[in-house]
């Protein structure tokens, strides 16, 4: 398997040379270029925000700021630290205090303790020679428990550039995600865990990060909710455990689907988080998982909660987990009203729905299920390429008037009734709806009278 992951690898760039300080914008006065940017510039990414080390950084932002359309702000008034937004660039002041060199060594890893200054490139860690190896090495002994958090960033730095741990580097952020397990070392805050794991979502390959995240003691701290299916059997259509059937459904959807936004990414991988709680045999002995996408929305929702995903994240997520396992159409007369019902949550709820399909192949898998599978999506699909629905042939007024009823959750009911037998084509006219709602009304025990037929 690793073997296969390394061949389906893009091949990795070639090092650049330094570049020039005038490639990265408006140089504040003597100031010194750090960061990210300087990284990806070596490897011919592209770049956007930019890190400056500066004597007076609440000075030179002001001067950077008198450009038509940028405008200046204190980031951390106490540190001293300054941001300029202009336009889609961001640039970060920060005060040089000291040598550069020893800031530089402060820093996490050996790749961001690059510098460039008006006499040339400054690399007291040999950065340049890891980034060219492609090895992640940490800048200093300490520099994963200086801060919690450059674990979790080793992992987005590793997946992001495709660097391999250095040994030593790799047993340090083992022993830091243990230390915070344990309690020794205090827990980065839930704000900043949320945006190091929206950023693994989003890298090439988020199903082998996030299994490195878990080798290395980081998931649990992440999502423990998740670790919770790791060694629980599938079965069925399943060849995986139900962790990492979850990390491969995630890989499937990044693969499918790259623009999947970060609701539908969190969805995917936590779509069968229930099943741990819910597993069961019937009476055959046979693996049963009742009820595990409404368990697992309900964890769902908690876990993103916990790590202060905002409300429409959070909520659009646990529904497309509570949806999952609905029953594809088999007719299009059940392919509209899976639209019609589920509308909102379309396209991505099949693309979940697509990407825990193809991550599953079991002994129950096979080429004649696919195909029905497909069939089944083709019907979805095309419905949605239909124009928009229809008004209502009746509005609440006329429902009250023909069913003789006041205001009240009866005209609600009776006008979503007669809304789904719009789509779905049971009527097609005013007189059509309005047997139809007849009938209905009767069926609920509202009116005793005949259907008007």
Known sequence: MARLRKALRPPREELRPWPELTAFGPRPPGGVLVGGALRDALLGRPWSDVDWLVDDPERAARQLAARPGAHAFALDPVRGHWRVVDGERTIDLTPLRGPIERDLTRRDFTVNALALGPDGPIDPLGGRSDLAARRLVAAAPDAL????????????????????????????????????????????????????????????????????????????????????????????????????????????????????????????????????????????????????????????????????????????????????????????????????????????????????????????SSAATRRAYRAALARVVALLEERAPEPPLLDGGEVMRLLDLGPGPRVGEALAFLTEAHAVGDVRDREEAARALRRFARARGWRPEDDGT
Not at 256 to 283: S, W, Y
């Open 145 to 364: 428990t200086d801060d919690p958090l450059r674990g979790l960033r080793g992992l987005r730095l590793a997946a992001s550039l495709d660097l391999t741990w250095e040994p030593d580097t790799r047993a340090r952020a083992v022993a830091a995600a243990l230390a915070i397990h344990e309690g020794a070392l205090t827990a980065p805050a839930a704000e900043r865990m949320r945006d190091e794991l929206t950023a693994l979502l989003h890298v090439a390959r988020p199903g082998d990060a996030l299994a490195d995240a878990h080798e290395l003691g980081w998931l649990r701290l992440l999502v423990p909710e998740l670790v919770a299916g790791d060694g629980v059997e599938h079965g069925g259509f399943h060849h995986l455990d139900v962790l990492r059937h979850q990390l491969e459904a995630l890989q499937r959807l990044a693969t499918g689907f790259p623009d999947a936004d970060v609701p539908l990414r969190l969805a995917t991988l936590l779509h069968d988080v229930g099943k741990p709680a819910c597993r069961d045999r019937d009476e055959l002995g046979r693996l049963r998982f009742y009820g595990h996408a409404d368990v697992g929305a309900e964890i769902t929702s908690r876990a993103l909660r916990k790590l202060r995903y905002d409300r429409a994240t959070v909520a659009r997520a646990a529904e497309l987990v509570r949806r999952h396992m609905l029953p594809l159409p088999k007719n299009e007369r059940e392919a509209r009203r899976f639209v019609h019902r589920r509308r909102e949550l379309l396209p991505d709820l099949l693309q979940l729905m697509i990407a825990d399909r193809e991550s599953a192949r079991g002994r129950l």
